[in-house]
């Protein structure tokens, strides 16, 4: 059973920092993507970053220069350091995991259930 579990979320005041963590299992991890997506209330579910199984990370504009994606392969774990946070990154964080196998042409695609990540003073 694949499990995506989220942890690191709450309360945190504008200009302040949190990491998030998604430890997963069930699969073998190093062969997946890890993203961390995110949905606000009445907005659609965006992508936040991204980093390959070998390491290469993507961001969104919005969060380029203030988030770090990292994961750690020993541990199965995907991380999101948020600095600067502002209060429009106020959502609910979801860790995904995703792989394509060419081979077979089949896509695997597993999320969590989330964490809420409220910025307010």
């Known amino acids: 059973q694949v499990q995506l579990v989220e942890s690191g979320g709450g309360l945190v005041q504008p200009g302040g920092s949190l990491r998030l963590s998604c430890a997963v299992s069930g699969i073998v991890f190093r062969n997946y993507a890890m993203g961390w997506y995110r949905q606000a209330p009445g907005n659609q579910r965006e992508l936040v970053a991204v980093?390959?199984?070998?390491?290469?990370?993507n961001y969104a504009d919005s969060v380029k220069g203030r988030f770090t994606i990292s994961r750690d392969n020993a541990r199965n774990t995907v991380y999101l350091q948020m600095t600067s946070v502002k209060p429009e990154d106020t959502a609910v964080y979801y860790c995904?995991?995703?792989?394509?196998?060419?081979?077979?042409?089949?896509?695997?695609?597993?999320w969590g259930q989330g964490t809420q990540v409220t910025v307010s003073s």
């Open positions: 995904n995991a995703h792989l394509f196998v060419l081979a077979i042409k089949k896509e695997y695609d597993y």
């Open positions: 980093i390959s199984s070998g390491g290469t990370t």
